[in-house]
């Protein structure tokens, strides 16, 4: 089935079982998805029962829609991505994001935990997305262009919203958060990277580094959506003071900085004009 015809299917699928047009849309990454419990009056739709989704395996991922009121705002969260490293194709980790636009979504917040390669961060620290490099090795605008999603050369150069972004720098202010502000590299994983190549990575300027986030960026800029991107560092991955890590560490960092991200991203909401 053609793409379009897919993402057609599955917003009217969407559409029928909720009672409002969501305006912004939540991606919510490892430990973080429990903002979601936050929405009122909330409709949940698991992956598995919408037609032409994937279905999330990564512990510390919900694998549901959750729609309602948050802080006055209509929002559409995801508890729970689709990762590349799952075996999902680029097309499948992106298709949500092409289905929140056709659902009426105009703004996307992105959320992701990852690894500090920048010694300013810290484990718990947050981060504001500015900018990414993209190192997995695939981009998911490969392929036929569907002109109906967006041109066939996107501009990347201010993937991130700046307004968005100084709005949350103003909300990190008024919350006396002590907020960063960085470059996001993205990897296909699934495994932590080495020394070496943590360190070829902070040369071409990364700040943080994951396994997520930037193809669903790219898509959001093909289809015109404004786009917030917010990390959560929960180790560190500097290349000559490396620690070992396990997804079971990362999951209990997110946890615990759950409570400050939650007010963060809710104040955020509270002020932002969609």
């Known amino acids: 089935m053609r793409l379009l015809n897919k993402v057609k299917e599955t917003s009217e699928?969407?559409?029928?079982?909720?009672?409002?047009?969501p305006e912004i849309g939540l991606i919510l990454g490892s430990g973080l998805g429990t903002l979601a419990n936050e929405i009122e009056d909330p409709t949940y739709i698991k992956y598995e029962d919408i037609p032409n989704f994937p279905v999330s395996t990564v512990e510390g991922h919900e694998g549901q829609l959750v729609i309602g009121i948050l802080n006055g705002k209509k929002v559409l969260a995801m508890q729970g991505r689709f990762?590349?490293?799952e075996g999902y194709s680029m097309e499948e980790v992106t298709f949500p994001v092409r289905v929140m636009k056709l659902l009426g979504i105009k703004t996307l917040i992105v959320t992701n935990a990852c690894g500090g390669?920048?010694?300013?961060?810290?484990?718990?620290a947050l981060m504001l997305i500015n900018d990414h490099v993209n190192f997995m090795g695939d981009n998911p605008l490969i392929g036929p262009n569907h002109e109906e999603f967006g041109p066939r050369f996107p501009d990347m150069s201010h993937a991130y919203d700046e307004e968005l972004i100084n709005l949350s720098k103003k909300v990190a202010t008024e919350l006396e958060y002590d907020i960063k502000e960085g470059v996001y590299a993205a990897i296909?994983?699934?495994?932590?990277?080495?020394?070496?190549?943590?360190?070829?990575?902070?040369?071409?300027?990364?700040?943080?580094?994951?396994?997520?986030?930037v193809p669903?960026?790219?898509?959001?800029n093909h289809m015109g959506l404004r786009v917030l991107g917010?990390?959560?560092?929960?180790d560190m991955a500097i290349a000559d003071e490396i620690v070992s890590i396990c997804h079971e560490e990362v999951i209990a960092v997110a946890a615990q900085t759950r409570p400050k991200f939650i007010k963060l991203v809710k104040e955020i909401l509270n002020q932002i004009e969609n």
């Open 13 to 21: 699928y969407i559409s029928e079982k909720i009672s409002i047009e």
């Open 83 to 85: 990762h590349y490293y």
């Open 230 to 234: 917010i990390s959560c560092v929960t």
């Open 117 to 124: 390669m920048n010694k300013e961060l810290y484990p718990g």
């Open 216 to 220: 669903e960026v790219i898509v959001a």
């Open 188 to 213: 296909s994983g699934p495994y932590f990277f080495s020394r070496a190549e943590l360190k070829m990575l902070r040369i071409l300027g990364g700040d943080v580094i994951g396994m997520s986030t």
